[in-house]
């Protein structure tokens, strides 16, 4: 006689506190969150690297630099997306100021203005660590459909 082994079930997914899941908007959004931060962390790595001595890590740095802004507008696209969808506006409002600030970053890079673009640089990723964090902690349910009304067919 074999005995199973209990089945454990599976882990349930995060839930607002009236018990919604966030939505695939929310979802894309958080994602799109966390690579921008992701990728925005080796920036000081690459352009630290250069500043010890070798030159080539400004290619890096530069690469970097069109990679960050373009997840930026990514992301403020896709919060665009979740205001359109529910209404959320801190999301876009927040995504508007660090893309804001990631283009005077990028322009005052290419422009040689360090007193600008080192602290404006600072700034950014921790923002943008604030920014990640709150989305992930937030529930972004999906969009709520309107219930249907006593005597409306579209039932």
């Given at each position: 006689m074999a005995i199973a082994a209990p089945r454990t079930p599976p882990e349930p997914e995060a839930r607002s506190a009236t018990g919604e899941?966030?939505?695939p908007a929310g979802r894309t959004l958080r994602a799109l969150a966390a690579a921008h931060t992701a990728v925005l962390f080796g920036q000081p790595v690459f352009a630290g690297v250069y500043l010890s001595g070798d030159f080539d890590a400004l290619g890096w740095h530069a690469a970097g630099a069109d990679a960050v802004t373009?997840?930026?507008?990514?992301?403020?696209?896709?919060?665009l997306v979740l205001w359109i969808r529910l209404r959320r506006a801190w999301p876009l409002a927040a995504s508007l100021a660090v893309a804001a600030a990631e283009t005077v970053q990028y322009f005052a890079g290419l422009g040689g203005a360090?007193?600008?673009?080192l602290p404006l640089g600072v700034a950014t990723i921790a923002g943008t660590v604030v920014l990640t964090t709150a989305l992930?902690?937030?529930?972004?349910?999906?969009?709520?459909?309107?219930?249907?009304?006593?005597?409306?067919d579209r039932a």
């Open positions: 899941r966030t939505g373009t997840l930026g507008y990514l992301q403020l696209i896709a919060a360090l007193w600008l673009h992930w902690r937030t529930p972004l349910p999906a969009r709520r459909t309107a219930p249907a009304r006593e005597g409306d």
